[in-house]
Structures are given as structure tokens and as C-alpha cells.
């Protein structure tokens, strides 16, 4: 009997042996640690972001504001990220130095493999210090972002001036903005431009031709229950001297893409794209809406900006058409006409039940300007 339980135990004891070995050893912890919080570093997750553990987070006050001045916040952040990415090397060793308590270890840490190490930890921060001098020269004209920007320059201007045109851009609300901040993607008026973690890709609208050419789907995602599908679009630029680039998005957000876009999205592989439910939506109001009754305007009367989007003409107006005047749960509106078919969609979709959206093309909703309540029957197209 005696025999039966020392066998039994054996196994275990040597087990919690091998663990109390692992938590006696400092210099495995720190690694599997270190290992851990850099690649948390340099690939940040949600939870380091929410945390504030970036470079542009714990350098905000150096970095500056990125909604004044988009380039040059850019041009800072990338070369503060080189520079602290480049000193986590050095810190593994300096950390082991402190990790390793006993001097036995400690002799193990000057051994020739970790002197080869340390050189290598110690040269690999100077020569980034040696780009960054050399970035920051002629007023940091020979950064990549500064010398990509120059080849937009005209003649007789510089890489500043299309450095401030971006930035004016940038500040505007109407622009399209996606991604997280390690592969963010923008667009503006007249500039598409991805943001990554060491480089700023920019390109001009007129000189970019675009394909749809990936799409993949995540079964789970943290966010939503459903499953979320990625496209990913190359830009290629006329300009030989500017690198093509790819950009990645969900496909709920395509639509919104290719409103801010002046040139279309070649699709060469066919990619069957998945709209939300909204866009699905908007789809079919415009293809009811192109059939009702027309209104045409009277001679004098002109038509003014969509207060919706302030881009396209306002080409909406509400007429109770549906019914007699008197009848029914529809009012007549007396608005101009202040919206496009695309706004108009969307505030018509804004105002349904998300939850029931086979009811959504029978209901009524209120004008957006004067409340009075319409259907999508007596929408009309201004001509």
C-alpha cells in the first residue's frame, strides 16, 4: 500500500519541482514578460491603446496636435516609434542585468554570445539616432513622409506647401477616416493616404487608378456578433517614383469610401461584397424613389446644396402623393427642396425600427426640416 502511493505522488512532486524551479528563475520571468509587453509595444492591441501605452500616447505632449497639423505630427510620431522601438533590445539586457541576482548568472550575462548581443543592442539605437539626424536635416526635408510629399510639389513650391494643403484637408469633417491607428486610412478631397506604423503612404486622387483584389472573413470579431468582412484595395499611382500601397477596410464602410472617391474601384477578381444592412437599404429606396412622380420646378427657382451633405445639389422634394390630401396618416410639406436622394435615404433609414427591417419601406417617418410625416411614395425627384 505504502509502495502504491509513493508511485502515484512521484510524478506530481516532480511537476510543482519543475514549477517552484520556473518561479525560482527571475531571468526566465523577466523574458517571457519582456517578450510579451514588447510585442504589446510594437503591434499594440486594443487593451495597450485603451491603456495609453503607445508612443504617440506617452509622448502627446512632443508629438503635438495631429488635427492641427497632420504632417508634421506624423513626421514626429514615426521617428519617435523608430527610435523606441529601437532601444527595446537594450532594455532586455539592461533588465536581465537587474533580473539576474545571483553573480553565477551574472557572469553568464558577459559570456561572449551576450557581448555579441549587447553590441548589437548598442549599435542598433545609434544607427537609427544617425537616420533620425539625417531625417531632421534641412528642416526635416529628408524624412520619407517629406520626400514623398515633395514629388506632388509644383516647380516653384516645396513639400510644405502640399504638407499644409493636407493638413487644411485634414481638419475638414466631411473626410473619410477608418481603421485603427496602426493602418489607418483617409481620405480627403483630393488625397488618399494610409497610416501605418513607420511611414505615411500618400497619394494625390487624380493620379491613382484602384482595385478591389482580397477579401476575407473573420468569423469572430469583438465588436460584433456577426462575421465582418475585410477588402483590401491597391493603389497604384501614375507617378513611378510613388510607391503603390494597399488599404484594408470593412466592407460596411466600402460605400462610404466610394462617396469620397473621384475615380472608380475596379473590381478584377469578381470579390462578392457584403453591404450592411443600411446600404442594402439605400439601394432599394433609390430604385423605389426613381419611380414615383416627378416634380419638375417652376422657371425661377434654383436649386441650392444639400444641407445634408453640402456636396450635391438638393434634388428631394416631399409630395403627399400617396393619398388624397385629406386622407391618411401623410401631410403635405410646404419645404423647398433641401436634400438629396442619398441623405434623404439615410435619415429615412435613421428613423426605422432596427429590429424589424421588413417593415422599413412601408412606414412613415417626419420631414426632417418641418416634421410633417411622409412615405417613400411621395418622395420626388426634382427635375
Not at 199 to 204: D, E, G, I, K, Y
Not at 235 to 249: E, H
Not at 306 to 330: R, Y
Request: contains cysteine; glycine residues 4%.
Amino acid at each position: 500500500g505504502t509502495g502504491r502511493v509513493s508511485t502515484a505522488t512521484g510524478p506530481g512532486l516532480g511537476l510543482r519541482s519543475g514549477e517552484r524551479q520556473t518561479m525560482n528563475n527571475p531571468e526566465a520571468v523577466f523574458t517571457l514578460l519582456y517578450v510579451v509587453l514588447s510585442f504589446c509595444f510594437v503591434f499594440t492591441p486594443t487593451e495597450f491603446r485603451s491603456a495609453g501605452l503607445t508612443v504617440q500616447d506617452l509622448l502627446a505632449d512632443q508629438l503635438g496636435s495631429e488635427q492641427l497639423a497632420f504632417v508634421h505630427y506624423h513626421i514626429r510620431r514615426t521617428t519617435a516609434t523608430l527610435v523606441a522601438h529601437s532601444l527595446l533590445p537594450l532594455g532586455y539586457y539592461a533588465g536581465m542585468c537587474f533580473a539576474s541576482s545571483d553573480e553565477k548568472n551574472y557572469y553568464f550575462l558577459v559570456s561572449w554570445g551576450w557581448i555579441i548581443y549587447l553590441l548589437v543592442a548598442v549599435l542598433t539605437p545609434a544607427v537609427v539616432s544617425l537616420i533620425v539626424l539625417y531625417w531632421s536635416s534641412k528642416n526635416w526635408s529628408n524624412h520619407p513622409i517629406a520626400r514623398s510629399l515633395a514629388f506632388y510639389a509644383l516647380p516653384q513650391s516645396s513639400w510644405r506647401a502640399v504638407a499644409s494643403s493636407i493638413n487644411i484637408e485634414f481638419r475638414r469633417i466631411d473626410k473619410f477616416a477608418s481603421g485603427a491607428p496602426g493602418a489607418r486610412v483617409i481620405v480627403t478631397d483630393t488625397w488618399v493616404m494610409k497610416v501605418t506604423t513607420y511611414h505615411v503612404h500618400v497619394a494625390q486622387q487624380q493620379d491613382i487608378h484602384l482595385t478591389l483584389t482580397e477579401s476575407r472573413q473573420h468569423e469572430l470579431c469583438p465588436d460584433l456578433s456577426t462575421p465582418v468582412q475585410f477588402l483590401t484595395i491597391q493603389v497604384g499611382v501614375i507617378n513611378p517614383r510613388i510607391t503603390p500601397f494597399d488599404i484594408r477596410l470593412n466592407s460596411t464602410e466600402y460605400g462610404e469610401l466610394r462617396e469620397k472617391l473621384h475615380t472608380t474601384i475596379r473590381n478584377a477578381h469578381n470579390v462578392v461584397i457584403h453591404q450592411s444592412l443600411s446600404d442594402m437599404f439605400l439601394d432599394t429606396f433609390k430604385i423605389q424613389v426613381e419611380l414615383n412622380q416627378r416634380y419638375h420646378l417652376s422657371g425661377n427657382q434654383e436649386l441650392e446644396s444639400c444641407i445634408g451633405c453640402m456636396q450635391t445639389a438638393a434634388n428631394i422634394k416631399l409630395v403627399k402623393i400617396c393619398m388624397e390630401p385629406n386622407d391618411g396618416e401623410c401631410q403635405q410639406c410646404y419645404c423647398r427642396p433641401m436634400w438629396c436622394l442619398t441623405c434623404m435615404g439615410k435619415w429615412f433609414a435613421s428613423r426605422q425600427d432596427q429590429q424589424h427591417p421588413e417593415t422599413w419601406l412601408s412606414n412613415r417617418v417626419p420631414c426632417p426640416t418641418c416634421r410633417s410625416k411622409f412615405c417613400i411614395l411621395d418622395i420626388s425627384i426634382v427635375c
